[in-house]
């Protein structure tokens, strides 16, 4: 063999910093999305009015379209968006409903969640948000995920969101909610920003906490003596 075709730590390191696919996780230790069905609706339309929804047209009207969305979306065959139920593994309890829709030809699907604060542990929507940006980028092709939301819902954009968070616009008073006008801000999660500080976080939540090696020390680690 020639010294040519021998690789050189430089090629060795090239190899290991090739990334593996991005995989369409639904699930970590504290969250769990299943695939929405017609028959939540009902329970969807209850948590719309729980958060202050006041806009709702009536149930029968609200299930008609919801069952129609569903439909031209062909069962979640991944060709035009994605609607999950949120489940708390902790207690094995619905707390919300979110998705992905708006697929465009130009590169870009956006993300929308809603979750029942009274349910809800602390950091459950944000940990479902990370999800169902991953599952975006794993699904299609696409450049960037977009999220509209309000002075209410800004909380949720805490520590790995916000560092991969770019905010593109501002509609002033553009929702009513409330009985009052919200500015929405319009955020984009970019591609090369999940793959560079969004995807390790992610399998972390997904693997959890590093198990104890023999003698109580976690792996890795030393016991201290």
């Known amino acids: 063999m020639s010294a040519e075709a021998i690789p050189g730590p430089s090629d060795l390191a090239r190899v290991g910093q090739e990334r593996v696919p991005l ?10 999305l299943r695939a929405a069905t017609a028959s939540d609706g009902t329970d969807n339309y209850e948590l719309f009015l729980r ?3 006041n806009n709702l047209p009536n149930l029968d009207m609200f299930l008609a379209a919801y069952s129609r969305d569903l439909a031209s979306h062909s ?21 919300g409903f979110g998705g992905l829709f708006e697929l465009s030809p130009a590169g870009h699907v956006e993300v929308g969640l809603y979750t029942e604060p009274a349910k809800a542990d602390v950091g459950i929507g944000a940990e479902a ?19 509209r939301t309000t002075d209410a819902a800004l909380r949720l954009f805490g520590g790995t969101l916000a560092s ?19 500015d929405v801000y319009i955020y984009a999660f970019y591609r090369a920003d999940w793959e560079a500080r969004g ?18 020390a976690i792996s ?3 016991t201290e003596e």
């Open 23 to 32: 995989f369409p996780h639904v699930e970590t230790q504290r969250v769990k």
């Open 51 to 53: 958060n202050g929804m």
């Open 75 to 95: 069962a979640y065959s991944r060709d035009l968006a994605a609607h999950f139920v949120i489940r708390q593994r902790r207690n094995d309890t619905d707390v």
């Open 129 to 147: 948000t990370l999800l169902f940006i991953n599952y975006a980028f794993a699904t299609w092709r696409v450049r960037k995920v977009y999220a």
């Open 164 to 182: 991969i968070a770019r905010r593109e616009a501002v509609l002033p008073e553009h929702q009513y909610f409330r009985g009052l006008l919200w």
């Open 199 to 216: 995807r390790d976080v992610l399998e972390r939540l997904v693997a959890g906490p590093r198990r104890p090696a023999a003698g109580g």
């Open 220 to 222: 890795g680690q030393r």
